[in-house]
């Protein structure tokens, strides 16, 4: 079992950055895809951005494309998400995941970091 716990998430205003973190305990997850997904009140959960294990390939939504980074350190078991030019309708709950399945599914989530952005 992975345990994912995220960090950093906070209040910002339009336009500012911040940086989440997700540290991974219980298992190393160097060989898994790593995610980042949001859920805004009311809203249905959704993908923000993928990273493949050795960091080669990643996906975005279109709505964060040129804003948002993701990386990570595996020698560190962590993975981050780099927010800039931040927009009120980022406001969301972050939550990081883990996919031993090549993203086709995600098998282990941590409990989330609350962002909200001010107009």
């Known amino acids: 079992q992975a345990q994912l716990i995220e960090s950093g998430g906070g209040l910002v205003q339009a336009g500012g950055s911040l940086r989440l973190s997700c540290a991974a305990s219980?298992?190393?997850?160097?060989?898994?895809?790593m995610g980042w997904f949001r859920q805004a009140p009311g809203k249905e959960r959704e993908f923000v951005a993928s990273i493949n294990w050795n960091s080669v390939i990643t996906h975005y939504a279109d709505s964060v494309k040129g804003r948002f980074t993701i990386s990570r350190d595996n020698g560190k078991n962590t993975v981050s998400l780099q927010m800039n030019s931040l927009r009120p309708e980022d406001t969301a709950v972050y939550y990081c995941?883990?996919?031993?399945?090549?993203?086709?599914?995600?098998?282990?989530w941590g409990q989330g970091t609350q962002v909200t952005v001010s107009s």
């Open positions: 995941a883990a996919s031993t399945t090549f993203a086709r599914s995600y098998d282990y």
């Open positions: 219980g298992r190393t997850v160097s060989t898994y895809t």
